[in-house]
């Protein structure tokens, strides 16, 4: 079997370093609720004068309100209540605002992590469920990754099924690794031609 994600042989339908990091992602979702309330409102001069209303209305960024009011909360939630009928834990009360629906969410599933990895038939589904969630908001807030696929991993195991999983760089670090190391199957790769590379975007900027 490999995971989903990263494509390496794993017993899981997620590796353990996957869901790791979708954890790592998890824990950040309290605070970028906070950081989407200042994309809420685009700059000035975005909203269009509605028929028959004298005063334009407030223009507001409909996937910044959606993270905010049931995009983060709701896909998570619904792991949690399943979670929970399986595990025969009390039923989810009434939370409140949304961002206590997110913090008790994000505490439950944080505090079941293990358990979630080792029996949650769904685990492959609240991964990608995290990870979407997290590359919404990344896109509101304009994060953008400096990480370049440079190609697949032609690694083969030792029934020789090739990783293919991409390989991954940050160009302009480049000058400081000796390889390229594959995330999935943890094989190594010379680097001496994106070595220079780095050293060229280095030199731009």
Sequence with gaps: MKCVLCRKSTERSVCESCWDFALTKLKAFPDKYFELEKE????????????????????????????????????????????????????????????NKIKMTVKYITGQSEWIFEHYQELDNLTKDINNISNRISSVLGYKSDLVSIGTCPAQDDKGEVCGAKLLVDPKTLTNFNDIKCRACGTSWDSAKWRLLGKVLSADS
Excluded: C, M, Q
Excluded at 74 to 96: C, Q
């Design 40 to 99: 809420l409102l685009p700059s000035k001069g975005y909203g269009e004068k509605v028929g028959g209303s004298k005063t334009p209305p407030i223009p507001v960024r409909l996937e910044t309100l959606d993270l905010r009011t049931g995009g983060i909360s709701k896909p998570i939630t619904a792991h949690e209540l399943k979670i929970r009928v399986v595990r025969e834990h009390t039923r989810i009360t009434f939370r409140g605002e949304e961002i």
